[in-house]
């Protein structure tokens, strides 16, 4: 059987997913819904280890765009974490916020960029921030750890201050390359 792994020797130096959840705890952010992905891993660790946020896996993306309509009607920030492999679910779903001018907040993991062994990742990773722009979601990125606490701020900011949708991506050379290894 094959399995996905990191090459973590890519992408070594600060816990940059540490910094974007502090920051996210700073800007009031308490429910965080994903749906399971490698390159989130260690935030969705530490929201689950934080008690005091609300973790929500999902079934699909798009259910996250509710859940952060729903929490913000409620009361609270909330983020939603997803791959780009995922924004593509997410597009009908995006009027609801633009149209009700609701809120947003979604970090992505990049995939269809540097290194990609797998082709089926490349269109819409290229399509990614083009899908978002089209239904009014302002992009920003982040290239390297050092500017990731900061982005993620002026996000969280543009976000629920301005209640304006905003996506954050992650550059895939953050992450690490990604490559086939056998198990036993």
Known sequence: MDALARDASVAPGRD???EIFNTLKEAGVSQ???VPDAGHS???NLSHDDRSIKTTVLT????G???SAGAWLGGDRAVLLM???GVGNCVNMLSLMNSCRLPLLTIVTMRGEWAEFNPWQVPMGSATPGAFQLMG????RIETPDEAAEVISAAATLAFDGDRQIA???SQRMLGRKKWVESK
């Open 42 to 44: 260690r935030l969705i």
């Open 137 to 140: 979601v302002t992009v920003l």
């Open 16 to 18: 940059w997913p540490l």
């Open 65 to 67: 765009i509710a859940l």
């Open 83 to 85: 791959q780009s492999s």
């Open 168 to 170: 954050v991506l992650i």
């Open 60 to 63: 699909t993306e798009e259910e």
């Open 32 to 34: 965080i819904s994903y």
